[in-house]
């Protein structure tokens, strides 16, 4: 009996959490609108003049959807004719079509309620790290066009997204927040932070106040990069300026201990000039079967380099040489990372992989461990 109850408690619980929040109907969609504002999340509009619409037959007639456990009445449409970026976080809306703004409080796991068809998607971009973030939808009707879904998106306390639709309109019908499952990392991307396709831009800042920055030639710039994906996300790289220094900042306070570049060659295959990270965290490297990089926009699998500072670096300058590479960084600024790096780097991974110790790329293998030489170390 008292797992019985148990149970019923903890699902009286969790219809409590996902209780519909937000549900569109023919007057609360107004530019900056706020939506929600309860102890999870703040929701906001970013729109030209939005108008609802009912939902209806072909003849007119109003007929109300009714899916996942909710009915809605009315839809606006999400979409945005640019996508967001630093330069313009909410994208730059599309005619009468509107952008969702959410600002986390605390971990969240917001619910989106929506149509949509089945070659569009509906986006999200983390404000504050320049980052997609991906939606696990579900479709009540698949096989079908137009489907209706909900999409659960896993915010983070204290950063902000957008979410939005490029190339279509996507329904927007409702929403929930309810307490997050989301488990904030240790680890933090910054991909390209600048308006799509601009160039001539040296700086790049971060909504948590990391920035990377062009020191080592006035003269040089980035470019916006095609995207690639690092652990099923996607990220738009940036493109650096070949053979000029970078420079990482961590955010004030904070040192970084992990960092992972992940790049492709900017060519569409090899080159009589070998492209490589010359330098690191001050420390140089020749090119050598292991340090030249082997990812020619190939954007599924790109290189990946990880450098190890054991003691913490609140700067970290990067130098790539060779042919023009694009690249996303990955930071880590918990201390405890060092020894779960090396720790992973002591199993001895059936297939190769490359780390940075003592201030040394080596290469482990199942058998050893090697200098980029190819000399065997242990």
């Given at each position: 009996?008292?797992?019985?109850?148990?149970?019923?408690?903890?699902?009286?619980?969790?219809?409590?959490?996902?209780?519909?929040?937000?549900?569109?109907?023919?007057?609360?969609?107004?530019?900056?609108?706020?939506?929600?504002?309860?102890?999870?999340?703040?929701?906001?509009?970013?729109?030209?003049?939005?108008?609802?619409?009912?939902?209806?037959?072909?003849?007119?007639?109003p007929t109300p959807a009714t899916y996942a456990g909710e009915t809605f009445p009315c839809y606006v449409g999400v979409r945005?004719?640019?996508?967001?970026?630093?330069?313009?976080?909410?994208?730059?809306?599309?005619?009468?079509?509107?952008?969702?703004?959410?600002?986390?409080?605390?971990?969240?796991?917001?619910?989106?309620?929506?149509?949509?068809?089945?070659?569009?998607?509906?986006?999200?971009?983390?404000?504050?790290?320049?980052?997609?973030?991906?939606?696990?939808?579900?479709?009540?009707?698949?096989?079908?066009?137009?489907?209706?879904?909900?999409?659960?998106?896993?915010?983070?306390?204290?950063?902000?997204?957008?979410?939005?639709?490029?190339?279509?309109?996507?329904?927007?019908?409702?929403?929930?927040?309810?307490?997050?499952?989301?488990?904030?990392?240790?680890?933090?991307?910054?991909?390209?932070?600048?308006?799509?396709?601009?160039?001539?831009?040296?700086?790049?800042?971060?909504?948590?106040?990391?920035?990377?920055?062009?020191?080592?030639?006035?003269?040089?710039?980035?470019?916006?990069?095609?995207?690639?994906?690092?652990?099923?996300?996607?990220?738009?790289?940036?493109?650096?300026?070949?053979?000029?220094?970078?420079?990482?900042?961590?955010?004030?306070?904070?040192?970084?201990?992990?960092?992972?570049?992940?790049?492709?060659?900017?060519?569409?295959?090899?080159?009589?000039?070998?492209p490589y990270w010359k330098e690191v965290g001050g420390v140089a490297y020749d090119g050598t079967d292991e340090t030249i990089?082997?990812?020619?926009?190939?954007?599924?699998?790109?290189?990946?380099?990880?450098?190890?500072?054991?003691?913490?670096?609140?700067?970290?300058?990067?130098?790539?040489?060779?042919?023009?590479?694009?690249?996303?960084?990955?930071?880590?600024?918990?201390?405890?990372?060092?020894?779960?790096?090396?720790?992973?780097?002591?199993?001895?991974?059936?297939?190769?992989?490359?780390?940075?110790?003592?201030?040394?790329?080596?290469?482990?293998?199942?058998?050893?461990?090697?200098?980029?030489?190819?000399?065997?170390?242990?």
């Amino acid at each position: 009996m008292k797992k019985f109850f148990t149970l019923i408690a903890a699902v009286a619980v969790a219809l409590s959490a996902n209780a519909l929040d937000f549900k569109v109907t023919a007057a609360d969609i107004a530019e900056g609108a706020t939506l929600v504002d309860n102890e999870y999340v703040t929701v906001t509009t970013a729109n030209n003049t939005v108008t609802p619409t009912v939902i209806a037959n072909e003849d007119g007639t109003p007929t109300p959807a009714t899916y996942a456990g909710e009915t809605f009445p009315c839809y606006v449409g999400v979409r945005v004719t640019d996508a967001p970026s630093a330069a313009n976080p909410t994208g730059t809306v599309h005619d009468v079509n509107v952008a969702l703004v959410f600002v986390a409080k605390q971990n969240t796991d917001v619910t989106l309620y929506y149509r949509i068809g089945a070659t569009k998607s509906i986006d999200c971009y983390d404000q504050t790290t320049g980052a997609a973030e991906s939606i696990v939808q579900t479709a009540t009707n698949p096989g079908e066009d137009y489907l209706f879904c909900t999409g659960v998106y896993k915010f983070q306390a204290g950063h902000t997204y957008t979410v939005y639709a490029k190339g279509g309109t996507v329904q927007f019908h409702g929403l929930t927040a309810a307490e997050g499952t989301y488990v904030a990392p240790t680890n933090h991307f910054y991909a390209n932070a600048s308006a799509a396709k601009v160039e001539g831009f040296s700086t790049m800042t971060y909504g948590d106040g990391a920035k990377v920055a062009l020191t080592g030639n006035a003269g040089k710039s980035y470019g916006g990069a095609s995207g690639i994906t690092i652990n099923g996300k996607k990220y738009t790289t940036t493109k650096v300026s070949n053979g000029a220094q970078n420079t990482f900042y961590a955010p004030e306070g904070k040192k970084v201990y992990v960092f992972t570049l992940y790049s492709y060659v900017n060519k569409d295959a090899a080159t009589n000039r070998p492209p490589y990270w010359k330098e690191v965290g001050g420390v140089a490297y020749d090119g050598t079967d292991e340090t030249i990089m082997q990812s020619y926009k190939d954007l599924a699998n790109p290189d990946v380099y990880t450098y190890v500072f054991p003691e913490g670096l609140s700067e970290v300058t990067f130098t790539n040489t060779g042919e023009q590479v694009c690249f996303v960084i990955e930071a880590n600024y918990d201390a405890t990372a060092v020894a779960g790096v090396e720790a992973s780097v002591e199993a001895a991974p059936a297939k190769a992989v490359k780390a940075v110790k003592g201030g040394r790329i080596v290469i482990i293998r199942a058998d050893a461990e090697y200098s980029v030489s190819g000399a065997q170390l242990k």
